[in-house]
């Protein structure tokens, strides 16, 4: 008797078939995106003897640092592994936007372990309270610091949160490489130090999670204050705390720190910032009156 399993099952034959397919599939956009983008907008001379219409291959394994011959394989289609580390890597060198990405990661076989700009997870009602809250600035974060979504108050708190790519959207990452966000948190050493120190006590239960292993490798390549926090292995459980913030805005801002989670266990959680003292409650309400400005969503 033939059971259901049998039924639906993909021969061998039809699924060497497919992955055959998509090597040349993933060879193809390779070519095409290589060929559309200049050197110019990756920061490379052109020079006087370039016949080719876009980057070379050897610039492009330059930028995504993996050997030449090895993307020469990837773009002529042959049978070779790649792992998630270096598919964002050939996404940051070859510009992709979201879309090319998640195209990317589709042809390759492999899960995107970055957050897209509109995470599932994120549901129209979640969406809502966080609207609600304000002037409360409030977003949702995962255990990886990735910023899934905030109201507009939170988006002007420490940068202009809008104008950072989604993949740059981390806490993390923002708070050792991005000056505008750094400058905002008055005592940034001993934040630095407590996110570090949390973010290990959370890993432990994802070490093979490819998101966590390249958010960590990110950092330690990107910022040497972030090694030498991290070396000292310190872990710290998550708990509510007073925070201080110099916003460019409305200046200095007193809030308590709060984390409510969205779930059973330690996942995604709602970060709110609930003003400290009523000097605090009315610049926040500037600051969302402020960002409500500049919505362009919102009528004049």
């Not at 994120?122 to 255990?143: D, G, H, K, R, Y």
């Not at 916003?247 to 330690?266: I, K, M, R």
Request: charged residues 25%.
């Amino acid at each position: 008797m033939t059971t259901m399993a049998q039924e639906t099952a993909v021969p061998p034959l039809a699924s060497a078939s497919l992955a055959v397919i998509r090597r040349h599939e993933l060879a193809a956009f390779l070519r095409h995106r290589r060929e559309h983008i200049t050197p110019e907008q990756v920061g490379l001379p052109r020079g006087r003897r370039r016949r080719t219409p876009g980057l070379r291959r050897e610039e492009v394994a330059q930028l995504s640092a993996v050997g030449v011959t090895w993307y020469t394989w990837l773009e002529q289609a042959r049978d070779i592994q790649v792992s998630v580390q270096v598919l964002d890597a050939l996404a940051r060198a070859l510009m992709l936007d979201r879309s090319e990405r998640s195209h990317l990661f589709q042809l390759a076989g492999a899960v995107d372990p970055t957050p897209a700009h509109a995470c599932p997870s994120i549901t129209p009602a979640i969406q809502q309270v966080l609207e609600q809250l304000e002037p409360v600035p409030a977003c949702v974060q995962n255990s990886r610091y990735d910023i899934l979504a905030y109201n507009r108050t939170y988006g002007l708190l420490l940068c202009d949160l809008d104008a950072v790519p989604p993949e740059d959207r981390n806490c993390m990452i923002l708070s050792y490489t991005n000056d505008d966000w750094r400058s905002s948190i008055v005592h940034l050493p001993e934040a630095q130090r407590l996110m570090a120190a949390r973010f290990r006590a959370t890993m432990a239960g994802h070490l093979a999670e490819p998101g966590c292993q390249m958010l960590l490798k990110r950092l330690r390549a990107e910022s040497s204050e972030f090694r030498e926090v991290w070396d000292r292995h310190e872990v710290i459980e998550h708990r509510g705390r007073r925070k201080e913030f110099m916003n460019s805005y409305v200046g200095h801002v007193l809030v308590d720190h709060t984390d409510l989670w969205l779930g059973p266990e330690a996942g995604p959680r709602m970060v709110t910032y609930a003003p400290a003292d009523d000097e605090t409650r009315r610049k926040l309400e500037k600051l969302h009156a402020i960002a409500l400005e500049r919505d362009p969503r919102v009528p004049a």
